[in-house]
């Protein structure tokens, strides 16, 4: 069984600087997706990234962007530019490529924004 | 259509009754899944449906609980018998392929 690990139950960043969440995750496929929700307070959880494993290319999307490396099992998410909207949890989640296999999600980092 | 929606957002309960939760997904979204998170913890597994078929259940799914998803549209979660440790976040997602567009949760506290 795949397994997802966050060992940041809380980060902490000024405004406007960068902070990078860490995720480590274990799995014997060689084709998965990886994703990084954001859970904000009372709010539904969104997807803000996602990378296939079969693509060494890291995902980036605007602010967001991660460093895969598959051969460590590492996939954490650098967040540039700290917003205060980006006060959330954070969940690192896995899925296998075959099937329709629910995600496996890690027990989530709380990234608190400073003024 | 706005995303996926959940009814009812809160539910008390006493130990010991039934509770039923709904989830409304994106109209052409053929598979939903429900999930369930617990205070500190990732949301968890329950079981997943394309279409109407019950595809896959977790081992957290006890006898207790049953999910039907009639004609492939809307999705019921129902627990009976209600016990404290049901107490959690219930989480509805949908999606056609890919990315997983969830609900903002029914959150059922047990007495």
């Known amino acids: 069984a795949q397994t997802v690990t966050q060992s940041q139950p809380e980060m902490s960043v000024q405004e406007a600087e960068t902070v990078t969440l860490s995720c480590t995750y274990d799995?014997?496929?060689?084709?998965?997706?990886l994703f990084w929700y954001k859970q904000p307070p009372s709010r539904q959880m969104i997807l803000v990234i996602r990378?296939?494993?079969?693509?060494?290319q890291n995902a980036t999307e605007n602010r967001f962007s991660v460093n895969f490396q598959k051969a460590a099992k590492s996939f954490s998410l650098k967040i540039s530019d700290s917003q205060l909207g980006d006060a959330a949890m954070y969940f690192c989640?896995?899925?296998?490529?075959?099937?329709?296999?629910?995600?496996?999600f890690g027990k989530g980092t709380h990234l608190i924004i400073q003024p | 259509d706005t995303g996926v929606s959940q009814d009812p957002r809160h539910k008390i309960t006493k130990r010991g009754q039934n509770v039923t939760f709904r989830c409304d997904p994106i109209s052409e979204h053929n598979r939903l899944y429900w999930y369930r998170q617990t205070l500190g913890q990732g949301p968890e597994f329950l079981t997943y449906?394309?279409?109407?078929?019950?595809?896959?259940k977790s081992r957290l799914l006890s006898d207790r609980f049953s999910a039907e998803r009639p004609k492939g549209s809307f999705s019921t979660l129902e627990i009976q018998r209600t016990e404290q440790g049901d107490s959690a976040m219930y989480l509805c997602?949908?999606?056609?392929?890919?990315?997983?567009?969830f609900g903002e949760g029914s959150r059922l506290t047990v007495l």
């Open positions: 997602a949908s999606t056609m392929a890919g990315e997983l567009f």
């Open positions: 989640a896995y899925r296998s490529s075959g099937g329709a296999d629910g995600l496996t």
């Open positions: 990378q296939e494993a079969y693509k060494q």
């Open positions: 449906f394309q279409n109407e078929a019950q595809l896959e």
């Open positions: 799995t014997s496929e060689s084709d998965y997706y």
